[in-house]
């Protein structure tokens, strides 16, 4: 693979680090502007973040997540991962606003009984929305912790009845260059491969944590986020939370994830959260939450061990990393 830029990714520790720090003192320095002007104009400049109006949702609380503490809204839709967007955190929340995502189709195809098309309306018609609280983590080293709206993965891929055959579900995200710019760039200068692929086994897809996530915050996704629908793995990295999905794909092989095209040696297929085995340039051990100076301990399965570690009892997590 030739990657001219290295994307954020690529970074060594200390230049994530960096990166974070620098993100934290704009915000610091903003907001100190902003407050000697008047605290009123902090409010009105936190607000005029949420780029696009986004409707508001029903949905049933539920008690995932009680007593963790959440992240502000700004921080979860102005620090992206969305390299369709860029290779920047801070620009795809001002870069989304040309992804359109009305109307909205998803298909589902290959080892099931239900091959079909479906709008995002219509599927919306055959699940109740909830709300779940996750840490989310990510591999570079820093979390959140996000209130997302949606429904289990299980029952959006109950609509296509997977048959016995399929072992694994792969997910891709939209390619369509005049939505996502950099899907445009090419291999050459940098870009990496599109789609965006992600995939799961089939028992970590039916888990009861798996998740997608239409909104977020009491409302529909920032398109900064992956609207109109995204996955939502909490016990994994977030790159296998893959945004704006429009094809899903049961399989009987082990799908080739985005990251592990694009390196195999550092990115792998199974991404579970895990502080005892590091990247190969940086520790797992710690992670800064969004908004945080000092780090804290990440913990096994991102703390949803006893959710999942089940599925992984008799697998070696270094070499199924
Ligand atoms: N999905 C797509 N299609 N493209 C991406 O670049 N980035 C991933 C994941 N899903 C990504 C994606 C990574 S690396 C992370 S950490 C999360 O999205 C970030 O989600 P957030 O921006 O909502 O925090």
Redesign the pocket.
Known sequence: MYILRKPT?QLSENEVTDETLFHKRREFLKLGAAALVSSSVVVEKLSAMETTPRTPLSFVKTSYGEGLELNSFEQ?ST??????FSTSKEK?AKMAHTLITSPWDVGFYGECENSTILGVEDILKQVALEERIYR?R???GWS?VVPWIGFPLKKFLDIAKPNAKAKYVAFK?KYDPQMFPDQSRGLMFGAIPYP?VEGLRMDEALNELAFVAIGMYGKELPK???APL?LIVPWK???K????IDYVEFTIKEPKNTWQVVNPVEYGFYANVNPTVDHPRWSQAKERKLGSFLKTKTLMFNGYEKEVAYMYKDMDLKRYF
């Open positions: 990714w979860a620090y992206n991962n969305f390299y369709e795809p989310f990510c591999v570079e959140m995200t965006y900064q986020n992956g995204r990295y977030g790159f939370s893959i945004k704006s």
